[in-house]
Nanobody, 124 residues
Framework: VQLQACGGGFVQARDSLKLSCAAS????????MGWFRQAPGKEREFVGG????????SYADSVKGRFTISRDNVKNTVYLQMNSLQPEDTAVYYC??????????????????WGQGTVVTVSS
């Protein structure tokens, strides 16, 4: 599986962005998908995840209520809608696929495939 994330950019505080992650391969619909981010000098952290059907999601406390994850298994794409962005959301955002789990894990080591990352910069 290859993952291609896009949609990052430079925005002002309180603006919105929508990230997309397109996946190759027929088995995308079976995978739990996650979004992670890594700010300069910090470890990569879980942002949110969605189960294979899209019916279950999980979010980090820092983004809950502002970010929404969805997926389209026909288009092999997972999305991250980010609203009310704040400077502390500035990071490289990665999508990832967990090919073995049926629930959403937050640990990076659970994920088997990673996209290349897309940069989100939020200015105050």
């Amino acid at each position: 599986v290859q993952l291609q994330a896009c949609g990052g950019g430079f925005v002002q505080a309180r603006d919105s962005l929508k990230l997309s992650c397109a996946a190759s391969g027929r088995t995308f619909s079976r995978y739990v998908m996650g979004w992670f981010r890594q700010a300069p000098g910090k470890e990569r952290e879980f942002v949110g995840g969605v189960n294979w059907r899209g019916g279950s999601t999980s979010y980090a406390d820092s983004v809950k209520g502002r970010f929404t994850i969805s997926r389209d298994n026909v288009k092999n794409t997972v999305y991250l809608q980010m609203n009310s962005l704040q400077p502390e959301d500035t990071a490289v955002y990665y999508c990832a696929a967990d090919r073995t789990s049926t629930i959403i894990y937050r640990a990076t080591w659970k994920y088997d495939y990673w996209g290349q990352g897309t940069v989100v910069t939020v200015s105050s």
